[in-house]
């Protein structure tokens, strides 16, 4: 019962900690909230581990960690980015903090229904979105005209989620069950280093993130640029020819 329980502990307390951020944004401690949503995405990553380790996968759990993800890394974030700076634009910004959890929930309805197991995802993993919107926020004072910029920025991750961009599925990745038993001990560390730099934290956090969000679209357009070359090879060799 305990090793079927413990997974969806791990998303239980992703869910409590992205509605705690929706508070907490709510009361203006922006970087708190996004603070929360870096931890959730923590205990996110490591939900599914732990499922695959103890073989206590469940469709119960998968459907479950869709809804938290909605929440924590769709709702939360876009509520964070409303505070900064989306409520200046009167029925603009709600609209556009709106369509950000839509994505992000169109995205996820896709990834439940896709068949096969692929090494990669097909648009922006809305974790990802999540954690480079909440991060992203905190930089408002050092992007010109944030008005203008961020909500873009949020719309290109919209977009990014339902995409058919390929991004690197690292949660395949795996980790010798040996090593389970410092999986604790790890988020203790991580949980003090981000407690005594919690103001820079997750400001360094937005750029591994944003690397990643950037990583797909770069990948994209460098196949694009092979295949053109390629198809058009032969009349640049039937030129040289004649």
Known sequence: MVRRALPSMFTVGNLFLGIISIIVAFESNFAWAALLVIIGMALDGLDGRVARALNAQSE???????????ISFGVAPAFIMYGVVLHELGWIGTVITAIFPICGALRLARFNVA??????????????????????????????????????CMLFLAFLMVSN????????VGIPKSAYYIVPLII?????VFWQFREYAPKLVFLPLAAYAFYGVLKKNDKRKTKKTVETAPEEYETIAK
């Open 188 to 192: 203790v560390v991580v949980a003090i």
């Open 60 to 70: 119960f759990g998968k459907e479950l960690d869709s809804l938290s993800d909605v």
């Open 115 to 152: 068949t096969g197991t692929p090494n990669y995802f097909i648009g922006l993993p809305i974790t990802a979105a999540g954690g480079v919107l909440a991060t992203m926020a905190l930089y408002q004072a050092y992007i010109p005209r944030p008005t203008i910029w961020m909500p873009l």
């Open 165 to 172: 961009i390929k991004y690197p599925n690292f949660k395949k």
